[in-house]
């Protein structure tokens, strides 16, 4: 079991950068690949980006490529996600999620989830 609790979150402005932290507890953590979703009003969930077990491939959602770099440490049992160039589009509520073995991109391919943090984006 895996317990995840996401940090970072709060109100920037257009072009401001943030960075989420989820820092995960339980055993196993290095054998999850990580993922970070998010959520707007009004929207369905969905994926932002992804990182292997071994951190050698990350992945990303289109609209956040050369924007956003996800990042973990299996030491310390924490991933990251660095925004810059931040947009009103990114403001939605940020979710860290784990999936044992492989990277996915859908919600159902995860098995746990954090709480969020909520990201807001001022024009």
């Known amino acids: 079991q895996v317990q995840l609790v996401e940090s970072g979150g709060g109100l920037v402005q257009t072009g401001g950068s943030l960075r989420l932290s989820c820092a995960a507890s339980?055993?196993?953590?290095?054998?999850?690949?990580m993922g970070w979703f998010r959520q707007a009003p009004g929207k369905e969930r969905e994926f932002v980006a992804a990182?292997?077990?071994?951190?050698?491939?990350?992945y990303y959602t289109d609209s956040v490529k050369g924007r956003f770099t996800i990042s973990r440490d299996n030491a310390k049992s924490t991933v990251h996600l660095q925004m810059n160039s931040l947009k009103p589009e990114d403001t939605a509520v940020y979710y860290c999620?784990?999936?044992?073995?492989?990277?996915?991109?859908?919600?159902?391919?995860?098995?746990?989830w954090g709480q969020g943090t909520q990201v807001t984006v001022s024009s």
């Open positions: 339980g055993r196993a953590f290095s054998r999850y690949a």
């Open positions: 999620a784990a999936a044992m073995g492989r990277v996915g991109w859908s919600t159902y391919e995860y098995d746990h």
């Open positions: 990182i292997s077990w071994s951190a050698d491939n990350t």
